[in-house]
Every structure is written in C-alpha cells, then in structure tokens.
C-alpha cells in the first residue's frame, strides 16, 4: 500500500512536472516565435549584417537619426533631457525599444572601467596600456581586456572606449601611458587582443585616436602633416594590424587635422584606407567635440558624433531631408552601428548589472604588472634582494608608504580606497588630479621582509634621505612622473628635482635601486651611479605587490620595453615639442570653448618629416646611441640563442633555439628583426615578430616565427598596395633591437 502511494505520488509529480514543462516551452517558443515573427532580426542564426538591414528597413528617419549621436556631456556641447538615463559613462545613445535596439552606454575604459567612484562602483586599475605591451604576451593582453569586459558589464556598460594605440612618435606625448610603445607590430598585436578579450564578453570594443594623434599639444587644432607611406608604415600599420587580428566593431577618430582635413571628416582616412582598403564594417565615432560638420564628415565616412549632436542631429535630419545628404550614406551609419550591435552580441546577451569580481580583478592586475616591470639595470646581481641577508633597507620618495601614480584624464580609473595621499573615503577623482593608488610599497616589501628594518624617507629634503641611504643595508628609491590627457611633458627629465635626490642617495649608498613610475622613457643622468633599475610604469591596483614578489626574486622578470630610452631631448627628431599659438587654443573653465572647437580652430601646423622612422627606427636611422633600446630587459637568468635557420617562402618562418644558460627558470621575449633590401628604402631594421618562451634551468628550446608577408612589405603609394620587394633580407633574432647574435640574409621574391 505504501508503496503504491508513493509510486501515484510520484506519477502525480511527474505528471505535473510534464505539464509544467510543457507550458512552459510552448509559452517560451510563443514569446521567442512572436518576438521573431514580429522582430524578425531578433533571430541569431541570421548574420549581423542580414540582421541590421532587416532593422534598417523599419526605421524611421528620426529612429535613424537617433543612433547618429550621443546625448551630451557638460561642457562639450548641449545635453539632452534623455541624458538622464545614461548609465553615467562618457557616451550615452537612446534605445529604440519599438525595435529591440538597446541603450549603447560607453564608458573610458583604458586600464579599468573609468567614473566608477562618482557613480559609487568598482573598477579594477590594470597596469597601464604601455605596461601590458611591455609584456610582449597575447594572452595577458587578451586577459587585460576581458578583465575590462567583465567589469563593463558588471557596471552596466555595453561598450568599451579603451583600445588606445597611438605610436609613441613623440616621447613626451602626455597620453603615452594610454597607448602600447612605438613599434606597430608590437602595438598592433597587443591592441588586437586587448579588443578581443572585450569583446568575447560581449561588450563593443573600439580602437582610437585615428589618427596620429600623437601629442596632446593644441590637439583641437593640430595639422599634421605626414607623407602618405610613411602614416600607412607607421602609426596606421599599427591601426591596420589592430583591426584585422580583433574585428573591433568601433574605431574613434582623433581631434586633430591630417594633411589638411579634420580626421573626423577626412575622407582620406575614414573611407579610402579604413572603410574601403581595410574593408572595416563597424562603425566610426568621434572624438569628443571631434566632429566639425554634418554633410562634409558623413560624406568622409563619420557615422556618428560623440558626445552631443552638434551636427548629427537636427543639421543632419535638414540635410537629409533636402537631399544634400542621400539617404545611402545615413542608412549605411546605421547600418554599421547596428551590425556592430548584433556581430558584438550586445543585443543577443545585453549586460546585467551585477558584482564586480574584485578579488579576481586585483589577481589579474598583480600578474600582468608582474609580467610588465622591466628590469633595466642590475650590476653586480644587486636583485634580487636576499631578506635573510639583510639588516635594513632605505625606502625613499614617491609616496611609496603609501601607494604608487598612475595616469590621469579620461583614462583614469578610481581606485577603491581612493586617493592614497588623501584621508580616506576621496573615491572620487577630478580632472587631473594627481593619483596615487593605495598599493603601499612599503607595506609590501616589510612582508616580504619581515626581520628587516625598512625605513622610509619621503625624499624631499635629498641630504636627509642620503643620510637614510647611508644607515641601511640598500637603498630603494622611487621616482615618478605623472602624465594624463590633456597635457604633454615639457621633457623627458624627471620632475620635482628627484634627479638630484636619485644623485645624491646612489653617493651615500652604493647598493641604490631606482623603481621608476612612469607612463614612457625619462632620461636618467644618474643611471652609471646606481645598481638597479625597474621602469614599473603605472602599475595599478597591486603594483607594489607585484613589485616586491619581483624584488625579492619571487618572479624572475620577463618584461621588454616596448619604447626606446633616449639619452636626452636633444636626440628626439623634435628636441622640443611643437605648441600651438595662443589663438589655436581654448581657455581652461570657458564653458562656450566647444564652439569654437566645433567651428574648427585656426590651424597650426606640426610637421612629421621623421616619417616613418618611429622610436628605435629613428635613432638607428640617425646613429644614435640610447640608453636603453626598444626590446630591452634583463632577467635573474640568461640566455644563449643559436641555431638559426630561415625558410623562404610566402610567410618565410625563423628558427632558432634558445636556452636559459642561468640557475632559475625564466621567461624570454626571443625577437625577430629584418633589414629590407637596400632599394626598399627603410630604416635598417625593423621588428618582424616574437615568441614568449618558457624555459626552465639549463632547458633549451628551439622557436619558431612564423612572420606575415605584411611585416615585410613597404606601402607602394602608387599603386595603393603592400608589396615586398624582391631582393636581399637578413633577419636577426636575440634579446632585444641592440642585441641580436643571430643573423642570416636570404633572397626573397
Ligand atoms: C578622449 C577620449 C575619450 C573621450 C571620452 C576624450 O577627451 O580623447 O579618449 O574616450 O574623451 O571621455
């Protein structure tokens, strides 16, 4: 009997169990068929493209016009009433809810997702974009990106406004930090990955400032003038390589004039070369305040204004209206924005906001700043520090009791805890203030170091920290200097007197180690007087863990620059940096300046005629000795190269074996470079791939690069093509742009 019970209770159960899962399927496929029968783009197997023209088809002009801009930010033009519903990020695009088209809410998102203190967040500060190239590691990048597509998301954001890769053409450029070195292989494979760990979370990714907008200086009013190869063989090969190897669905114009038009509006740029030769099917948006007209720029290929409508609102619906616009050019900007929308997925699976992974945010952060810190100097294997060896270490300058800079303007992210020089509770950050994220060196290495005296000394009076040197067994100074948005160095020299303070610790103490914090390459007078020196960059949330584990020898570094060391400006191919007349700028705090920016300021002229001879190009090119070249790094071990063999062919492939000739396992950025053919005409050579190689004591292993056809050819001008030019190569392969023991010279057709 009890048996039967429960065996009828069962089949009651599984009765209406069957009964609950059928009405809910039909009711499931009656919402989805309804919602496909009704929105028929709503159907995912379609491709993005047939989706958005499905879409296209029912819009209305003002619906159209609607995704052609943003809804304002305060002081750079208008701000619309909807503005409201912004999520409280950089950008803001109305939803089409008739439509199923959602909300596009961008944020700045650089190193970690911008404003997350004003708008009571988290956000993780990743080392800066230069540190992440600095790894010369694809899958740290990708990390890097994914790692701001999670946290975009988990804010409520569906699209990305990082992917900065501007060539560090001029060292002294203040958004230097933003960008991934001077190289364009380089910087263009890293930003590819960058992009696509973005947008694997579904999250638009974009790559900016397109293009060469490679000085901050009067960026409103800049004309840059450049020749046509030496722009496609340099800052856009960068662009060019960034856009095959990541599909990024948006790409933002920069600021300043290029060869006489604004690029916003520069047909040159935004439809010969993007949109036709690079076949690019996202969308392009302005800068902010970057777009001067309606009917010139739509024409030119800008799809959309950020972040107000000056011009592509009601100027632009008239001009459509009266035919001065056709209705195939609007129809194609939206056409991109909404296949940008559904190839990203941010339609299919839109963000729901949720809680940040902070603890999986600041793993991520401490690893790439750990692959990132470069080792420049290290005599006499004063690192890695023994703690059982040591009495007391000096800890001197920069705040390092407290925390570590990072870079400032829309690339800033506010660190939880805030401001380490402020009390706490100052989360929110303002327009270049100067930040200090609250990672305590000193905190960091007395864990390391837990029976040594660690004294720190703030390094303002010099003779009062060389007295702290004295008395210790080693001493640490850090240096700094800040660079943001806006604003560009006047040179390369460290600010603040810390020279003098660096000169005058390294004669109290011989064991002396520099960590630099800085975005890009600062001159170092001293360097002959000091044992050690770390370029930590900006190194985010958990630099100073990163950087203790690597000073005391917890990680044995691995990192290479990705931009040259000069020895002075004087060696620059501008000594000094070209400023813009007084008429060509805008006041700080007039809040009509957009007005003036938007009408076009007189222009002023900044000559490129370096070309395409960018960072180790340039100083090879001239003869110039560096202080430390392009592809640099020392590790706690070394390594032999041997072995190299070139195959010819379509993708010619380099072979060589390298092996860890030291006592502990370690990492090697193995290089590859290439001389082209004397009548190529280039720089004598030029960066051609790598391979990151894992090697333990004493492992060998033998490489191999498999080099693109695109990373050996020149821009033919005529003929608007790549090709390579038949004759002699040699290729070279070692541990950096100055130390390449292998070389062997084959004929290519
Ligand atoms: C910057 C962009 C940024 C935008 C939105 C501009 O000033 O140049 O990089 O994405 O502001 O904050």
Same mark, same amino acid.
């Given at each position: 009997?009890?048996?039967?019970?429960?065996?009828?209770?069962?089949?009651?159960?599984?009765?209406?169990?069957?009964?609950?899962?059928?009405?809910?399927?039909?009711? /499931?496929?009656?919402?989805?068929?309804?919602?496909?029968?009704?929105?028929?783009?709503?159907?995912?197997?379609?491709?993005?493209?047939?989706?958005?023209?499905?879409?296209?088809?029912?819009?209305?002009?003002?619906?159209?016009?609607?995704?052609?801009?943003?809804?304002?930010?305060?002081?750079?033009?208008?701000?619309?009433?909807?503005?409201?519903?912004?999520?409280?990020?950089?950008?803001?695009?109305?939803?089409?809810? %008739?439509?199923?088209?959602?909300?596009?809410?961008?944020?700045?998102?650089?190193?970690?997702?911008?404003?997350?203190?004003?708008?009571?967040?988290?956000?993780?500060?990743?080392?800066?974009?230069?540190?992440?190239?600095?790894?010369?590691?694809?899958?740290? /990048?990708?990390?890097?990106?994914?790692?701001?597509?999670?946290?975009?998301? /988990?804010?409520?954001?569906?699209?990305?406004?990082?992917?900065? $890769?501007?060539?560090?053409?001029?060292?002294?450029?203040?958004?230097?930090?933003?960008?991934?070195?001077?190289?364009?292989?380089?910087?263009?494979?890293?930003?590819?990955?960058?992009?696509?760990?973005?947008?694997?979370?579904?999250?638009?990714?974009?790559?900016?400032?397109?293009?060469?907008?490679?000085?901050?200086?009067?960026?409103?009013?800049?004309?840059?003038?450049?020749?046509?190869?030496?722009?496609?063989?340099?800052?856009?090969?960068?662009?060019?390589?960034?856009?095959?190897?990541?599909?990024?669905?948006?790409?933002?114009?920069?600021?300043?004039?290029?060869?006489?038009?604004?690029?916003?509006?520069?047909?040159?740029?935004?439809?010969?070369?993007?949109?036709?030769?690079?076949?690019? #099917?996202?969308?392009?948006?302005?800068?902010?305040?970057?777009?001067?007209?309606?009917?010139?720029?739509?024409?030119?290929?800008?799809?959309?204004?950020?972040?107000?409508?000056? +011009?592509?609102?009601?100027?632009?619906?008239?001009?459509?209206?009266?035919?001065?616009?056709?209705?195939?050019?609007?129809?194609?900007?939206?056409?991109?924005?909404?296949?940008?929308?559904?190839?990203?997925?941010?339609?299919?699976?839109?963000?729901?906001?949720?809680?940040?992974?902070?603890?999986?945010?600041?793993?991520?952060?401490?690893?790439?700043?750990?692959?990132?810190?470069?080792?420049?100097?290290?005599?006499?294997?004063?690192?890695?520090?023994?703690?059982?060896?040591?009495?007391?270490?000096?800890?001197?300058?920069?705040?390092?009791?407290?925390?570590?800079?990072?870079?400032?303007?829309?690339?800033?992210?506010?660190?939880?805890?805030?401001?380490?020089?402020?009390?706490?509770?100052?989360?929110?950050?303002?327009?270049?203030?100067?930040?200090?994220?609250?990672?305590?060196?000193?905190?960091?290495?007395?864990?390391?170091?837990?029976?040594?005296?660690?004294?720190?000394?703030?390094?303002?009076?010099?003779?009062?920290?060389?007295? /702290?040197?004295?008395?210790?067994?080693?001493?640490?100074?850090?240096?700094?200097?800040?660079?943001?948005?806006?604003?560009?160095?006047?040179?390369?020299?460290?600010?603040?007197? %810390?020279?003098?303070?660096?000169? #005058?610790?390294?004669?109290?103490?011989?064991?002396?180690?520099? $960590?630099?914090?800085?975005?890009?390459?600062?001159?170092?007078?001293?360097?002959?007087?000091?044992?050690?020196?770390?370029?930590?960059?900006?190194?985010?949330?958990?630099?100073?863990?990163?950087?203790?584990?690597?000073?005391?020898?917890?990680?044995?570094?691995?990192?290479?620059?990705?931009?040259?060391?000069?020895?002075?400006?004087?060696?620059?191919?501008?000594?000094?940096?070209?400023?813009?007349?007084?008429?060509?700028?805008?006041?700080?705090?007039?809040?009509?300046?957009?007005?003036?920016?938007?009408?076009?300021?007189?222009?002023? %002229?900044?000559?490129?005629?370096?070309?395409?001879?960018?960072?180790?190009?340039?100083?090879?090119?001239?003869?110039?000795?560096?202080?430390?070249?392009?592809?640099?790094?020392?590790?706690?071990?070394?390594?032999?190269?041997?072995?190299?063999?070139?195959?010819?062919?379509?993708?010619?492939?380099?072979? +060589?074996?390298?092996?860890?000739?030291?006592?502990?396992?370690?990492?090697?950025?193995?290089?590859?470079?290439?001389?082209?053919?004397?009548?190529?005409?280039?720089?004598?050579?030029?960066?051609?791939?790598?391979? #990151?190689?894992?090697?333990?004591?004493?492992?060998?292993?033998?490489?191999?690069?498999?080099?693109?056809?695109?990373?050996?050819?020149?821009?033919?001008?005529?003929?608007?093509?790549?090709?390579?030019?038949?004759?002699?190569?040699?290729?070279?392969?070692?541990?950096?742009? %100055?130390?390449?023991?292998?070389?062997?010279?084959?004929?290519? #057709?």
């Amino acid at each position: 009997m009890a048996t039967r019970t429960i065996a009828l209770r069962n089949f009651t159960f599984l009765f209406s169990f069957a009964v609950v899962v059928v009405l809910l399927s039909a009711s /499931a496929q009656t919402g989805s068929s309804s919602k496909t029968s009704t929105k028929p783009w709503m159907n995912s197997s379609l491709s993005p493209d047939e989706r958005a023209t499905m879409v296209v088809k029912e819009m209305t002009l003002d619906e159209k016009i609607s995704l052609l801009h943003g809804t304002g930010m305060s002081g750079l033009g208008p701000v619309s009433p909807l503005a409201v519903h912004s999520n409280g990020g950089a950008g803001y695009v109305v939803a089409i809810p %008739q439509l199923g088209i959602p909300a596009i809410q961008m944020s700045d998102a650089a190193y970690g997702v911008r404003m997350s203190g004003e708008n009571g967040r988290y956000s993780t500060a990743l080392p800066a974009c230069v540190a992440g190239a600095a790894s010369w590691d694809l899958d740290a /990048a990708h990390e890097y990106g994914a790692l701001i597509g999670r946290e975009l998301r /988990a804010q409520g954001y569906n699209m990305s406004l990082g992917g900065g $890769v501007n060539l560090t053409r001029e060292p002294r450029n203040g958004r230097n930090f933003e960008y991934m070195g001077e190289d364009p292989i380089l910087a263009g494979k890293i930003v590819a990955q960058v992009i696509k760990g973005t947008q694997d979370q579904h999250v638009i990714g974009d790559i900016k400032h397109y293009a060469l907008n490679d000085q901050e200086s009067g960026r409103n009013a800049a004309n840059v003038n450049i020749d046509k190869r030496a722009m496609r063989e340099s800052d856009l090969l960068a662009f060019e390589i960034g856009l095959r190897e990541s599909d990024a669905a948006a790409v933002m114009c920069s600021y300043n004039r290029v060869n006489g038009d604004y690029a916003c509006e520069n047909h040159y740029l935004l439809t010969e070369v993007l949109k036709n030769d690079w076949n690019f #099917k996202g969308f392009v948006l302005s800068d902010w305040g970057g777009t001067h007209s309606a009917a010139k720029a739509s024409a030119a290929g800008l799809d959309h204004e950020e972040p107000a409508e000056i +011009f592509y609102g009601a100027e632009f619906k008239k001009a459509v209206e009266v035919g001065k616009i056709p209705k195939s050019e609007l129809d194609d900007h939206v056409h991109r924005i909404l296949r940008s929308m559904f190839a990203t997925g941010v339609i299919d699976d839109p963000p729901e906001k949720s809680v940040v992974d902070v603890a999986g945010g600041f793993e991520v952060a401490q690893k790439i700043a750990e692959q990132s810190i470069v080792l420049l100097k290290n005599e006499q294997n004063q690192l890695p520090l023994d703690a059982s060896k040591l009495h007391s270490i000096a800890l001197i300058g920069a705040h390092s009791d407290v925390g570590m800079i990072s870079g400032g303007g829309s690339a800033q992210v506010d660190p939880p805890g805030g401001n380490a020089i402020l009390p706490p509770g100052k989360g929110r950050t303002h327009w270049q203030d100067h930040i200090w994220f609250p990672t305590s060196p000193l905190k960091a290495i007395k864990a390391k170091a837990p029976g040594v005296s660690v004294q720190y000394d703030p390094g303002t009076d010099p003779s009062s920290a060389a007295d /702290a040197a004295k008395a210790a067994d080693v001493a640490i100074v850090f240096a700094y200097q800040w660079e943001s948005e806006g604003m560009d160095l006047e040179s390369l020299s460290l600010p603040e007197n %810390q020279d003098a303070l660096i000169a #005058k610790v390294a004669a109290a103490n011989p064991h002396t180690i520099v $960590v630099l914090e800085t975005g890009g390459p600062v001159t170092m007078p001293w360097a002959d007087q000091v044992s050690g020196i770390l370029e930590a960059w900006f190194a985010g949330s958990r630099g100073a863990e990163a950087l203790a584990n690597l000073i005391f020898g917890d990680v044995n570094p691995s990192a290479k620059l990705p931009v040259t060391f000069p020895k002075s400006d004087a060696d620059l191919p501008h000594p000094t940096i070209a400023k813009p007349p007084v008429h060509s700028t805008t006041r700080d705090g007039d809040h009509e300046a957009w007005k003036r920016i938007a009408a076009g300021l007189p222009a002023f %002229q900044v000559t490129y005629d370096e070309g395409l001879k960018v960072g180790y190009k340039w100083y090879d090119a001239e003869n110039k000795a560096v202080l430390f070249p392009f592809g640099y790094g020392l590790s706690y071990t070394t390594y032999e190269y041997s072995g190299l063999k070139v195959t010819p062919g379509d993708r010619v492939q380099v072979t +060589f074996t390298v092996k860890n000739t030291g006592s502990r396992p370690g990492a090697e950025v193995a290089q590859v470079y290439a001389a082209l053919p004397s009548g190529a005409g280039e720089p004598p050579k030029r960066l051609i791939g790598w391979s #990151k190689v894992q090697l333990n004591a004493g492992e060998s292993k033998e490489v191999t690069v498999e080099v693109d056809r695109l990373y050996l050819s020149i821009f033919n001008v005529a003929k608007n093509g790549w090709e390579r030019v038949p004759g002699d190569y040699a290729f070279m392969a070692g541990g950096s742009s %100055q130390n390449l023991p292998l070389k062997e010279t084959v004929s290519l #057709k």
